[in-house]
């Protein structure tokens, strides 16, 4: 399958590339969780439609399966996923203010100190996350303290 | 122009999903804040089936069903993508995740159709 013959998929950096494809900056760390939160919110979403059809198998089951939920464990997996989706969909609005050319400055010579577009989008980046970071401390205090 | 069109798609439903999931995680979990009701009074038995039965429930939840899998299963399909495939496997993944996804939204659908044509007391 991975031969070495030059295919047109062999310039692909496969399962290695997914962990480790260069130097880290603080944008690859956001790529990564954006790739864990994306497939963790798929899997869940699945899940859930699954195990929320056990309303159709009446009263006493939903309401077994809503008391599960209502544990301590449970509590907590929830609060994960909230935290992932709001995480998921700020970074998600910063890539696609970047895919839209915004915040990325205009090209400019190679001059010593390199200004790099990743450098000059930076500011936002943090904005981005403070306001996820707010969003899902605030989020908790109302899961955990209703 | 195939796959620009599928991303696009892949973007162009983000809208739907930031309003409709936010909104059933204000249903769903935070009803204290946004509706003065526990949250275990929102899960009850009873209280779902009443939400079921609004038209207005009824085609959010299909269109946050069609939107959030076609999302999620297009991010998918894309990581999977970027494993060195050839070009057979490439269309077993595409066919897989097409009946993936339809299966799912099918299954979804049934289930939202079931509350919403839930009859009380029988
Ligand atoms: C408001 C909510 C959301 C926003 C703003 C958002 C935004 C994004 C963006 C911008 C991308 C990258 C697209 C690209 O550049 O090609 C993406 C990828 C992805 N999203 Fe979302 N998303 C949201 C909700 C969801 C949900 C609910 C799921 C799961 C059902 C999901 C699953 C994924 C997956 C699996 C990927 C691929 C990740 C990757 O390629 O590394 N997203 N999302």
């Known amino acids: 399958m991975n031969s070495n013959k030059p295919t047109a998929y062999n310039n692909r950096l496969g399962i290695k590339g997914w962990v480790y494809a260069g130097r880290y900056t603080f944008e690859r760390y956001l790529y990564l969780g954006h790739r864990v939160s994306g497939l963790g919110l798929i899997a869940y979403m699945v899940l859930h439609i699954i195990e929320t059809a056990n309303r159709m198998r009446g009263v006493e089951a939903w309401q077994g399966l809503m008391a599960l939920f209502a544990s301590w464990p449970f509590k907590i997996i929830e609060y994960l996923l909230f935290a992932m989706a709001v995480f998921h969909a700020m970074n998600g609005v910063r890539l696609l203010v970047t895919e839209l050319g915004f915040f990325l400055g205009k090209p400019r010579e190679p001059v010593y100190p390199y200004s790099t577009s990743i450098k000059r989008h930076r500011p936002l980046t943090f904005v981005i996350m403070g306001l996820a970071a707010m969003i899902i401390i605030l989020g908790g205090s109302s899961l955990f303290f209703p | ?122």
């Not at chain 2, 939400?51 to 297009?74: E, N, P, W």
């Not at chain 2, 996804?101 to 509350?115: H, K, P, Q």
């Open chain 2, 1 to 122: 122009m195939r796959e620009t069109r599928l991303w696009s798609l892949h973007i162009l439903v983000l809208p739907i999903i930031a309003v409709l999931l936010g909104m059933h995680f204000a249903v769903m979990h935070y009803a204290p804040v946004f509706y003065g009701m526990s949250v275990d009074k929102a899960r009850e038995f009873s209280t779902m089936i009443e939400r079921g039965k609004s038209v207005t429930q009824l085609v959010l939840y299909i269109l946050l069903l069609a939107a959030a899998l076609y999302h999620g299963l297009y991010g998918l399909r894309g990581i999977i993508r970027e494993l060195p495939l050839t070009p057979v496997l490439v269309k077993v993944v595409d066919a897989g995740i097409i009946t993936f996804g339809l299966f799912i939204f099918a299954f979804g659908t049934y289930v939202t159709w079931w509350t919403f044509s839930y009859k009380i007391g029988g």
